[in-house]
């Protein structure tokens, strides 16, 4: 059992976080859990019993989403796109067989110049949208590049893209999760489309589906190669004419 608990402990490390959740077994018999929570820059620790489920590993994954929605995602992600980064452009080369790419305007065109070109790459988006999350609650992810390491409201986890002692660079990925209903994140998603917001995603809570749209279209993610096919299936006229969807 203590074994077991080793193993989700090291799964669930944050370093950029500062924050380490130590769980240990304080008793078989009375079935309850001792948690030890190192969290923030002054490692402050809380203590707390809490009754165990015989399964320890489900009480811990229930016990880290209740308390700590934000870091587990971390974890989430590796689950589901382990071959990259949190990055929404470097998905559709690590996971090609799994995405499918639709452009916001007739012809391809990228940028809108009407109010009504505005509507159509709009109304795209909120289609596919509605045809992946509708009824769910997403994970609005947004990112911010900055020369150091230290985080704003909604943040969920870092990458280094330059680890340069003299000169480092960071993208900051910030997490909100929101009910999904049409046109709720529609200015958002006009500030995409004029290239003024980029590395945006959209995810449903278990990160198994992704919505990553960007100036000019949406990659879209999908569990396996079979659903990818009947999504692409739906909006052929939106597809590319390049020979690799692009």
């Not at 016990?63 to 980064?85: F, G, K, V, Y």
């Amino acid at each position: 059992m203590n074994d077991t608990v080793c193993e989700w402990v090291a799964d669930h490390q944050d370093r950029w976080l500062r924050q380490a959740i130590v769980p240990t077994l304080y008793s078989d018999v009375r079935g309850e859990a001792l948690v030890l929570e190192l969290a923030g820059p002054l490692w402050h620790a809380a203590v707390e019993l809490r009754p165990t489920s015989p399964d320890i590993v489900t009480y811990l994954d229930n016990w880290l989403r209740e308390s700590h929605p934000i870091p587990d995602l971390l974890h989430q992600w590796n689950r589901n796109w382990a071959r990259c980064d949190p990055a929404a452009y470097m998905l559709k080369q690590a996971y090609r067989e799994r995405w499918v790419r639709f452009h916001s305007l007739p012809e391809s065109k990228r940028y809108a110049e009407t109010e009504a070109e505005y509507a159509i790459i709009l109304e795209r988006y909120n289609t596919v949208l509605n045809e992946l999350f509708a009824g769910e609650d997403v994970y609005v992810i947004t990112g911010q590049w900055r020369d150091d390491p230290k985080p704003q409201t909604d943040y969920w986890t870092t990458i280094c893209t330059d680890p340069d002692p003299d000169d480092p660079t960071y993208w900051h990925v910030y997490a909100k999760r929101i009910p999904w209903t049409t046109g709720a994140i529609d200015p958002l998603l006009r500030d995409v489309a004029d290239d003024v917001e980029a590395n945006v995603m959209i995810t449903d809570v278990a990160m198994t589906r992704i919505h990553h749209p960007y100036d000019g279209g949406a990659d879209v993610l999908l569990p396996t190669s079979e659903e990818r096919d009947v999504l692409r299936a739906r909006h052929t006229e939106w597809l590319s004419r390049h020979p690799q969807g692009l």
